[in-house]
């Protein structure tokens, strides 16, 4: 099989996601979700908002490689590798879910169990990345549906060799992994070399989660509640620059028709949050996005001037440190669990009250 990425210059960084909610607008957790995703289209499987355009700029901006690790069956690929195709992206790496093969086994934890299936699939890939001798640092994408925080946080630490091989063994055991799930991971790290891979780690919060969700990972986790602000933050950070930001705006005011009010509100949220610093931010407010097709809809100078007003003086920091000890995942792992226990209990709760189910969970519908 010829190698895909044969001739390709060696990358500058490495963008790491996942696919469902976090790139696609997907619904797993319903009949109906899985067999609409089943037999649709590649030309109908829906991007979320944004995230085509900011994936294509930023593969176009920097020498990049594209990996996707997804719980999505593989029965898709087909359809996946054909979605990628149409919007213009290079997959370098694509890794689904084998449903097929846990079920012969009986296996049926592993079906729902995303921790053990992810790390080791993030594992393999970089192994298959240092074989290049590449070593570029990465950018992760995931989102709030399930735990890709604390999975991309454990590579990070696995790969860092922050955790031991003892304790890995025991955060997967309490993460719901089988055995040879474990020993087969354990196994892995011998040909995994030792680096610290990772640079961001960001969360969409596709579920609307409050980003103080996040606070306990200690500032390695960004969450963004959409494209515009992740492309702030790395226009921060230096991995994007105004194409960028323009390409992501452009998208969505002219495909969702996003008013000013929620463009200048993504920013002075994530200005408020620091994602990004003030001065980029008025900046984006006052001459990046009225020079965009946000002008034709009233975002002109004036309006991104009052924008920029309302952002005050104080300058927040969320600067991203890696701590030297890693995380108490046992205990991350437990409180995600009862945040998706409760919020389930709280959505069919509201589906007494027309129209608060779909405030509550705007996925499913």
């Not at 213009?88 to 921790?115: E, Y």
Request: with cysteine; aromatic share 6%.
């Amino acid at each position: 099989m010829a190698d895909p990425l044969a001739g390709i210059e060696r990358p500058d960084v490495v963008y790491r996601w996942d696919l469902d909610k976090t790139y696609l607008e997907t619904e797993f957790s319903t009949i109906r979700g899985l067999l609409r995703a089943a037999v649709e289209s590649a030309s109908r499987k829906r991007a979320i908002p944004g995230m085509r355009s900011l994936l294509t700029a930023l593969s176009t901006t920097h020498r990049a490689r594209v990996v996707v690790v997804s719980g999505s069956p593989i029965q898709l690929r087909s359809r996946i590798v054909a979605m990628f195709a149409l919007h213009g992206i290079r997959c370098d790496r694509l890794i689904l879910k084998d449903f097929g093969a846990s079920l012969r086994r009986g296996r049926l934890r592993a079906i729902s169990s995303q921790v053990p299936y992810k790390l080791r699939a993030h594992l393999d890939t970089r192994v298959w990345l240092a074989t290049r001798d590449e070593d570029a640092a990465e950018v992760c994408f995931g989102d709030d549906a399930e735990v890709d925080a604390l999975i991309y946080c454990l590579y990070a630490d696995v790969c860092a060799r922050r955790v031991s091989e003892t304790r890995l063994a025991k955060i997967l055991q309490a993460c719901g992994a089988y055995p040879d799930d474990i020993s087969g991971i354990l196994g892995r790290l011998a040909t995994v070399p030792r680096v610290d891979p990772v640079r961001r780690i960001f969360i969409h919060l596709e579920g609307n989660s409050p980003p103080s969700r996040y606070g306990a990972y200690r500032g390695r986790v960004i969450p963004t509640f959409n494209a515009l602000q992740i492309a702030l933050s790395l226009a921060q950070d230096g991995l994007a620059d105004d194409s960028v930001l323009v390409a992501v705006a452009e998208e969505l005011v002219r495909e969702h028709r996003v008013a000013p009010d929620g463009l200048a509100g993504s920013v002075e949220d994530a200005a408020r949050r620091g994602l990004c610093t003030l001065v980029l931010a008025r900046r984006v407010l006052q001459e990046l996005l009225p020079r965009t097709a946000a002008f034709d809809a009233g975002l002109d100078q004036a309006f991104g001037a009052r924008a920029a007003r309302r952002l005050g003086t104080s300058e927040q920091s969320n600067t991203a440190v890696q701590p030297i000890q890693p995380l108490p995942y046992e205990k991350l792992f437990e409180a995600e669990q009862a945040f998706a226990k409760a919020r389930k209990i709280a959505v069919r709760t509201a589906e007494r009250i027309p129209g608060l189910a779909e405030f509550l969970d705007p996925s499913d519908d």
